[in-house]
């Protein structure tokens, strides 16, 4: 079980960087001016989320699908 676990925790480790990645991308493309907004200020990630959501919500919904991932592989892998 700690075997899957841990396989479940990585694959959703995974996930969550594909998921902020795509929707950094989205923002560079928007503008630079976002994109980097996205990087170094907090918060700009969530408001180009809400202004954007036809765009953004498939990376959300696959960063929100790794962090369930990373929680259900911490769950059944070894305890440390």
Known sequence: METIGTI???VGLIACIA??????VL???ESILWGLGCLFVPFV???FLIM???ATKNPLFVYVGGLA???LGAV???SG
């Open 27 to 29: 923002a560079f493309q």
């Open 76 to 78: 059944l892998g070894p």
């Open 19 to 24: 998921g902020s990645i795509w929707m950094l």
């Open 45 to 47: 990630g969530l408001v």
């Open 52 to 54: 954007h959501w036809p």
């Open 8 to 10: 479940i925790y990585f």
């Open 69 to 71: 991932g990373l929680v």
